[in-house]
């Protein structure tokens, strides 16, 4: 095998590696921004303070930078990297240096290039904010400093030239904290203003400056509210019972609430202006109330100080300082570890509208590439068309060279119900459950029905885009092709509209493949495909291969309504039931080969149009929501039993029931209108006749959470594969998708 696969790779590698020479010839390329300005406080200072003589707040000193490459101390309040590094990681560029570092030099100008760091430990928006640390630069000297800077730019690049380099560059400000802090402890400051006058004033300021950047070019702008600084270390000691400091957290939320609206007013006077909200608070809040989701054991005590949750004493030299980092949410009485700052910046870079509105830092860099005026664009042309030619002759030579080398993984085989049925159940002849019909289809490619019980693709199609494959296949359309092996060699999809983890359950609908038949199904594939591939061929193929596994919903509801189950069991035993059952499932799977499996907990399913119309105020059904929670907890343990018992098995779980609860109760953070009636349908709530041909559907179809009354939009639909694909820990863990391709 190795000798026939070297001859065909040899060429794709050598080719490869000029296309890789070729990209690199321009580094400026590889950057998704030329620079990024960062404005604010210790949370982002990347060593100003080192050159404050008169300051103390700094950390020049160990055990701070323990984990920074260097493994020295670099005036970073953090055990190794802070927010500001990791943004800069994330757009391709080296980490904005220390303005005072640079102030001096000669050749500062082209220093100030990639951008350049005003962030300052102990900084506010207040000038006088500092004035208990004796030296920090508050955030208006900040901005004289930039002013300076952007003289500089000016000087090199001319007018129109700095203004385009500004333009596309970042301008992070990351600042408050010190602000409310001085506030709360300050008596004279509590006797001049009231709590609100106090936020007030700090959005209005504040307001000022970042107009003040606009002036001088800045246009896109990463804002950052403040977290729940009443649950720092520092906060908790002065606690006996170590609780979080309530106060300081509700002015923080009310301040955030003011920043919020603020920065909708600026963008709605500033032309051009756009802007990226990270709600740090409610990130921060889900860490502490969550903290294993995160990969955190520690939430109060601090890693480096002294005392009491080593919060007596900060992080100096002769502190102590634990060994398990990373397990820990913070570094000092004060700071966030390395860890935590790296899961806010992933977050805020491609985290949800939950999080980061209206729009999160990916989009915000790609603002550039929607609006480069037309003088702009030329210029672009002209200085990058020999690269333009190289890369995209690379492009099509990889591509057409070996499309499979573009592929994540060789294969996605699917298993579940109607939430990811792409047409099996079109070839069940007494199946009440279909959906080849009207108006089922109507955002489809092709415009029409295909099985699938929604306006557009489901989940196993936007999966499998994901990982660079087409949709698998129905298995029912292939099972009797002669050249069946060779179509399931990228995939086939089991998945059965009506279909339960039990048997029994699709009675109702006369016909559907429950999950046992559907892994009898997968059987026959398999063996087909050691007979193509051969045994060790199949097995690593099969184990680099996706298993998808979406079912339990039919079971939940075919228990709520029967009493003949109900007599039979109690609610915990069909759940325990449906958990043992699948875990056979999934260790006959395994037996054939299956090693990464991506499985999804329920939704919220008493909240789902069907449901919503039985109920006179149009509520959810609190008892089926009930259940589905505690099924998803049953599920979730024996995912990790089983992980324990089988050798090499890995997944992904989906906290489908989170994230469906969210985009319920915050519908506008994800772009929709209606979570209550569905799209298609007829009577009450489009809930009390299906999508049927005779039935009406609505022309705003992604404004609408459901499309029919049991399944999501194909919009629904994406926001769950985003969020399972690259998601955050908090609803995909151990890992997510990204990550389970990768082990």
């Known amino acids: 095998m190795a000798s026939k696969t070297f001859p065909e790779s040899f060429f794709f590698l050598i080719l490869s590696f000029f296309c890789l ?30 050159h404050l ?33 990791f943004l800069a990681e994330k757009v391709g560029l080296q980490t904005s240096p ?22 300052s430990g102990g900084g506010g928006i207040f000038n006088s904010t500092d004035q208990a640390r004796h030296q920090a630069i508050p955030m208006t000297k900040q ?37 409310i ?15 609100q006058q106090f936020f007030s004033l700090m959005t209005t300021n504040l307001k000022e400056q970042l107009k003040r950047l606009y002036g001088n070019g800045a246009r896109k702008f990463v804002i950052t509210g403040l977290g729940v600084i009443g649950c720092i270390p520092s906060e908790r000691v002065k606690n006996q019972a170590e609780g979080c400091n309530e106060e300081a957290n509700y002015w923080c939320g009310t301040y955030n609430d003011g920043l919020k609206s603020m920065l909708k007013e600026l963008k709605s006077e500033l032309n051009g202006l756009s802007y990226s909200y990270f709600d740090t608070y409610s990130v921060m809040h889900n860490i502490i109330q969550n903290p294993s989701a995160y990969g955190f054991t520690e939430v109060k005590e601090a890693c480096c100080g002294l005392g009491k949750l080593k919060a007596k004493i900060p992080c100096v030299p002769i502190s102590t300082y634990c060994s398990n980092r990373s397990d820990h949410v913070f570094w000092d009485l004060y700071h ?21 509105f209206p729009i999160n830092v990916r989009h915000l860099v790609a ?3 929607l609006q480069v005026p037309n003088k702009m664009a030329s210029k672009i042309f002209r200085e990058s068309f020999f690269f333009l030619i190289l890369a995209f002759f690379c492009l099509f030579m990889m591509m057409s060279f070996r499309f499979s080398e573009a592929q994540m993984v060789p294969a996605v085989f699917v298993f579940g119900d109607s939430l990811v049925d792409v047409g099996n159940n079109n070839l069940l002849p007494l199946s009440v459950a279909k959906a080849d019909f009207p108006h089922n289809g109507v955002d489809f490619p092709t415009k029409k029905p295909t099985g699938r019980f929604s306006n557009g693709k489901n989940a196993a199609d936007l999966l499998a885009e994901k990982v660079g494959l087409p949709p698998s296949p129905p298995y029912l359309s292939l099972k009797n092709n002669k050249n069946r092996a060779s179509l399931f060699v990228n995939g086939v999809s089991f998945a059965s509209g009506g279909a339960g983890i ?36 199949a097995q690593q193929h099969l184990s680099k291969s996706l298993f998808a596994v979406v079912i339990g919903s039919n079971d939940i509801f075919d228990y709520l309504g029967s009493s003949d189950l109900r007599k039979k069991h109690t609610p915990q035993q069909f759940l325990s039931l449906m958990t043992t059952t699948l875990k056979e499932q999934l260790k006959r799977l395994y037996g054939n080969g299956a090693r990464k499996f991506v499985i999804t907990g329920l939704g919220v399913l008493g909240c789902i149009p069907s449901e919503r119309v039985k109920n006179q105020t149009e509520e959810c059904n609190e008892e089926a929501n009930y259940w589905g929670g505690k099924y998803n907890d049953g599920l979730k343990s024996m995912l990790q039993e089983l992980k324990s018992e089988l050798n090499g098995l890995s997944y992904s779980y989906f906290e489908t029931y989170s994230v469906m609860h969210d985009i319920i109760q915050n519908p506008a953070s994800y772009g929709f209108t209606e979570v209550k009636e569905a799209c298609c349908g007829l009577g009450k709530l489009k809930a009390k006749i299906p999508c049927v041909p005779i039935s009406t559907y609505c022309s705003n179809r992604n404004d609408h959470v459901f499309w029919d009354l049991y399944h999501p939009t194909q919009a629904t639909a994406r926001i769950f594969v985003d969020t399972i694909f690259d998601g955050p820990s908090q609803y995909t863990f151990p890992i997510n998708v990204r990550h389970l391709v990768a082990v």
Do not use: C, W
Not at 181 to 195: I, N, V, W
């Open 21 to 50: 020479f070729i990209m690199n010839f321009s580094f400026s390329e590889a950057q998704m921004v030329p620079a990024v300005f960062v404005f604010g406080d210790s949370l982002v200072d990347v060593g100003n303070n080192n």
């Open 53 to 85: 003589h008169v300051s103390i707040a700094k950390a020049n000193f160990p055990h701070n930078g323990v984990d920074f490459p260097t493994k020295k101390p670099t005036g970073r309040f953090s055990n190794g990297k802070n927010a500001a590094d």
């Open 98 to 119: 220390p303005y005072l570092s640079l102030k001096n030099n000669k050749n500062r100008a082209s220093l100030f290039m990639n951008g350049v760091s005003f962030a």
């Open 143 to 179: 901005v004289d400093y930039y002013a300076i800077v952007y003289q500089d730019l000016v000087r090199q690049l001319g007018s129109s030239g700095a203004a385009q380099h500004l333009s596309k560059s970042l301008f992070a400000v990351v600042i408050g904290s010190n602000d």
């Open 181 to 195: 802090f001085d506030y709360l402890g300050s008596f004279d400051l509590r006797k001049q203003h009231t709590p």
């Open 336 to 356: 966030p570890s390395q860890a935590t700052a790296r899961i806010f910046v992933d977050t805020i870079f491609d985290g949800p509208s939950q999080y980061t």
């Open 367 to 369: 603002l550039f590439f």
């Open 502 to 537: 039990f048997n029994g359950t699709d009675q109702a609908l006369h016909q559907a493949i429950p999950m046992t038949k559907q892994v009898d199904y997968y059987a026959i594939v398999y063996q087909d495909l050691v007979n193509q591939l051969g045994s060790s061929g």
